[in-house]
């Protein structure tokens, strides 16, 4: 595998973004695979790659891939799970998820942890045993985070996320607001928003990322009946979607918004945010897996993370 510059990059990447070895790797490598990775001493593997890419925006214009069959195969099949499930195509994930078991890596700590995230929310979609949805999403972030709880109670830099982290962690603020957990959905949920304005995260990424993140806080918020800071973090979303073209989570912002509205009373802005869902929805003609606008309006989903 071609490799050239690779090992420069990563070290002037890493501390251009002021990280040590320890904090770039954790979870990902050791300290010392990373130091032998930069002294181009060790050919980077696929996979610690871009995991080190989700801490490192900027690094894979130096990648020349020569996947495997099997890692092509794995690729394209993670693509369909994720675009399955965020369409509310469960047998069609089913049958997608089936085959990436067959194919996945038990050796490898981010196909484990791809294959948990993705069961749970496969699970909380189609409202099946609930109750084991949180626990498998704490395992899957234990996987590469095995000591989450301490690090994210550390108000510093140190703490660097991946987006597969960050995506687990959101799910889990949805799983434990519907769990009624509201103060520790809130809790993770204000974490991942404070961290995605702190970092110097990659443009297209964080702002794919960032609305989801605001849409899950109005959902908590707005069953804490907490009206006026559900829209806030709704219109901030739905700034971003305008500003950036990105229009995916652009109409479950204008749902949760209309459901503040209606709850404070104000039909008219809930009637003219609940059309411009619709709007939306009926353009690309899919209903995250109902069968009508009216049906996933009332079932006031949150915006699972699957992207």
Not at 36 to 56: D, H, P, T, Y
Not at 102 to 111: A, G, M, T, V, Y
Not at 241 to 257: A, E, N
Not at 281 to 297: A, K, V
Request: glycine share 4%.
């Amino acid at each position: 595998m071609p490799t050239y510059g690779m090992s420069d990059a990563i070290r002037e990447m890493r501390i251009r973004l002021g990280y040590t070895q320890e904090e770039l790797s954790y979870g990902i490598c050791t300290p010392g695979t990373l130091s032998r990775i930069e002294n181009g001493r060790e050919v980077i593997s696929k996979q610690v790659f871009e995991a080190l890419c989700s801490r490192m925006p900027g690094l894979h214009h130096v990648w020349i891939s020569c996947d495997t069959k099997n890692e092509m195969q794995r690729s394209k099949l993670c693509k369909q799970i994720l675009m399955y499930l965020s369409a509310g195509k469960l047998s069609e994930a089913k049958r997608a998820m089936e085959a990436y078991r067959q194919l996945r890596d038990e050796k490898n700590p981010f196909c484990r942890q791809f294959g948990l995230y993705t069961q749970a929310i496969y699970q909380a979609i189609l409202k099946e045993r609930e109750e084991d949805i949180l626990p498998k999403l704490k395992k899957a972030l234990g996987i590469t985070m095995p000591d989450y709880r301490e690090r994210l109670q550390m108000q510093k830099k140190a703490v660097v996320l991946t987006y597969d982290e960050i995506y687990i962690l959101l799910n889990m603020g949805i799983a434990y607001g519907k769990r009624e957990e509201t103060e520790r959905a809130l809790r993770i949920l204000y974490y991942l928003k404070t961290y995605m304005k702190n970092q110097d995260l990659d443009v297209m990424e964080s702002t794919k990322v960032y609305p989801m993140i605001l849409g899950d806080l109005a959902w908590v918020l707005e069953r804490q009946r907490r009206f006026s800071e559900a829209v806030k973090q709704c219109d901030t979303g739905i700034e971003i979607c305008r500003v950036t073209g990105k229009y995916t989570v652009l109409p479950h912002l204008l749902c949760i918004k209309a459901w503040c509205h209606t709850a404070a009373k104000d039909h008219v802005t809930a009637k003219k945010s609940r059309q411009q869902a619709k709007a939306i929805f009926d353009i690309i003609e899919e209903y995250r897996g109902y069968r009508s606008f009216q049906e996933f309006y009332k079932a006031k989903e949150p915006i699972f993370v699957t992207f």
